[in-house]
């Protein structure tokens, strides 16, 4: 069977969420996680065959950190190159700003994720997700 970003372009719709005051939520990948495991990230997930990005959005933000999107905002488009177990992966990467109701928010995937916290981006954990540096870097005048 062919996979997403291994045997054709993957589409991932990427979010980082924040409370409308600075601060942004992050995850933890577990030992359970695909790849990059023990690492922070800001969250994201594929875009579905016949799936809307709206619609992946909300489900992704709803299924991640178990609250409603509130508004968002599309920051940009990344194309994504890396490795996983030796192969090589290729996605397109679409991201996104999002505000969520801070009191909502929670590890809706304790089996994914070890820990969901908050940060602000003059503080944020370490270590992260490979891909997360280039996000900050590309976005920073837009999250701030």
């Known amino acids: 069977m062919a996979e997403k ?19 942004f939520v992050m995850s933890k990948r577990s030992k359970n996680s695909r790849d990059e495991i023990g690492t922070w990230d800001p969250g994201g997930g594929a875009l579905e065959f016949g799936d809307s990005l709206e619609t992946t959005l909300k489900r992704e933000i709803k299924e991640e950190y178990g609250t409603d999107v509130i508004s968002y905002e599309f920051l940009g488009f990344r194309d994504v190159h890396r490795k996983l177990k030796k192969r090589k992966t290729h996605w397109l990467a679409l991201d996104f700003k999002v505000l969520v109701d801070p ?8 089996h994914k994720l070890d820990q969901v916290a908050w940060f602000h981006l003059d503080n944020l954990p370490k270590p992260v997700h490979s891909q997360f540096p280039d996000f900050i870097l590309r976005y920073k005048d837009k999250l701030r």
């Open 103 to 110: 009191k909502k928010v929670k590890n809706a995937e304790p």
């Open 5 to 23: 970003g291994l045997d054709f372009v993957g589409i991932a719709i990427v979010y980082f969420c924040h409370d409308g005051k600075g601060n």
